[in-house]
């Protein structure tokens, strides 16, 4: 017996036998429920390119095909309805009669409020469609996200490869974000596409949400790059809850405060009332989510990194208000001058694609419980 691996799985063990005692009970609470009744879990992560982007641009990247290899490949989860949003996550999204709306252009006195990451696709006229594939990810169910509104259009929803199975939405009512599920089965196979064809305008798409089978984990990602803080706290409450109840929220990854630092810099108590009141909307979609709160790294810019540690500060109080979990990315990489000096910055704000982001998605997943979620009734007992 090599008593040296087992002192270091106990101790591994141990470690997530501890965290029981933080705000990460509620996670690994989570994920016993979850293995012992065969349910699916749901972690999402927000708000900006940290947790988002494309080709390993973000170390959920890496972080997802991590807890999937131990918990089970539960399928993508959310994805906008824009094609950045599509392309980030390895599909592909062709389009015809519709206005992508981003962040960019973001105006919280306009429906774009109902939009949970602020990427969108609007529809105004008829004969609009948008065909969405998968080509990385497979899923066996999928549904559609929507905005309803007085004077909506229509649209059908389905399979693209099954003209005859696709059903009907009419998307007129009292304003309110709405689900619907497509009726039929996908094949278990890469490269299924979804559809929304025939639009009769005016129609909101907000993104759909990509299922495999009924267990394991699927990591959503309401993130852009780009995103504020700030934005975010001004959509609409209501409908930020009602997304999170749908896709299912777990575990809420919270990584914000580098794009509120920026060109026009918000002050720590704008931050921290923006913060609290995204984890109050979390907390009412599911008073049992369990909440990391990702430090910020460091950039090039002293002044910037200044405001940048008082939003720490802050985030430290939310994290004892909302019993969360802290996680520093500063503890991977080091600060500025270490993580350049190591090759781990790619710019002067950004962590490495594949220098950095590997080893801080690793982190990541071994913080919350790594190989041990495997045996997580044992650690526990």
Not at 70 to 81: H, Q, T
Not at 97 to 107: E, I, M, Y
Not at 220 to 226: E, T
Not at 337 to 350: F, P, V
């Amino acid at each position: 017996m090599d008593l040296g691996k087992v002192a270091l799985s106990m101790a591994n063990q141990a470690r997530v036998k501890y965290l029981w005692g933080t705000g990460l009970n509620k996670w690994l609470y989570a994920v016993s429920y979850a293995r012992r009744e065969g349910k699916q879990l749901n972690v999402v992560c927000a708000i900006d390119s940290l947790s988002a982007g494309a080709g390993g641009s973000s170390p959920i990247d890496f972080f997802r095909p991590k807890i999937q290899e131990i918990l089970g490949d539960g399928g993508i989860g959310f994805i906008a309805a824009n094609n950045s949003a599509v392309v980030a996550e390895g599909g592909t999204l062709g389009a015809s009669g519709a206005t992508q709306r981003t962040n960019a252009a973001f105006d919280p006195a306009s429906d774009d409020k109902y939009c949970p990451n602020l990427y969108s696709m609007v529809f105004t006229d008829s004969g609009g469609y948008a065909n969405l594939s998968d080509k990385n990810h497979i899923f066996t169910k999928a549904k559609v996200m929507y905005l309803q509104q007085p004077g909506g259009g229509t649209f059908k929803w389905g399979d693209a490869a099954y003209a005859a199975g696709r059903i009907d939405i009419n998307t007129d009512g009292e304003k309110a974000v709405k689900f619907v599920e497509h009726t039929g089965t996908f094949p278990a196979q890469l490269g299924n596409t979804v559809q929304i064809g025939n639009v009769v305008g005016p129609v909101q798409v907000m993104g759909v949400d990509l299922r495999n089978g009924n267990s394991g984990v699927r990591v959503h990602r309401l993130a852009q790059g780009g995103t504020q803080t700030r934005q975010v706290a001004q959509l609409d409450g209501a409908m930020y809850t009602a997304v999170l109840k749908n896709i299912g929220c777990d575990l809420f990854i919270l990584n914000t405060g580098m794009n509120d630092s920026g060109t026009t810099a918000f002050p720590a108590e704008t931050v921290d009332t923006d913060i609290r009141t995204i984890l109050g909307w979390v907390r009412a979609a599911n008073p049992n989510a369990a909440i990391l709160l990702v430090m910020p790294n460091e950039t090039a810019d002293a002044n910037r990194n200044a405001l940048l540690e008082t939003y720490r500060l802050k985030i430290l109080k939310i994290a004892l208000d909302f019993d969360a979990v802290i996680f520093d990315t500063r503890w991977v990489i080091g600060n500025y001058t270490q993580a350049q000096a190591k090759g781990l910055m790619n710019d002067s704000i950004h962590p490495h694609p594949t220098n950095a982001n590997p080893m801080i998605g690793e982190a990541l997943f071994n913080f919350i419980g790594g190989s041990n979620l495997a045996n997580i009734e044992g650690v526990l007992s």
